[in-house]
């Protein structure tokens, strides 16, 4: 990269980092948890805390994609699941994906969320997950995640 092209990104674009969950999770119905993605890919800034609350606190305000998406193994007939991405410091939800399973069968199911916002430094994002039945998110990283990219 020329000095022209290097002044065109300035550093605060180096922003992004990419989670998983590293096994199956349990979720037990009714409930809003926080996924717990506790496994980094890459985290440029350190900004996401995979060990404790698992969350993303951006360094610096900016507008920022977003996405994460779980599998669930066995989705039961009937039920209804949500995911979403959750400012947890002023409480509005980012982006929500919903789903229920109206086939007769049970079967794998993936639910995706993405958003593009601006976002304040120093606030707390997480992922949040409900179902209306007991349900098992599959692990490993081809089948769950979380990531972020600063994008101005």
Known sequence: M???E????????ASKFRVYRGANYNFVAPASVIVPFDTVDFDVLNEFDEAVTYTFTPN???????SAFVEIIA??????AQLFIVDETVGPTRSLTTFENQSNLAHRQTLTTTVIAQILAGNIYSVRFNCTANV????????NGFSMVRVG
């Open 2 to 4: 020329t000095p022209n």
């Open 6 to 13: 290097s002044a065109k990104y300035p550093k605060h674009y």
């Open 60 to 66: 610096e305000a900016g507008f920022y994609l977003l």
């Open 75 to 80: 989705f039961p007939v009937g039920a209804v």
């Open 136 to 143: 098992v998110l599959r692990g490993l990283m081809d089948y």
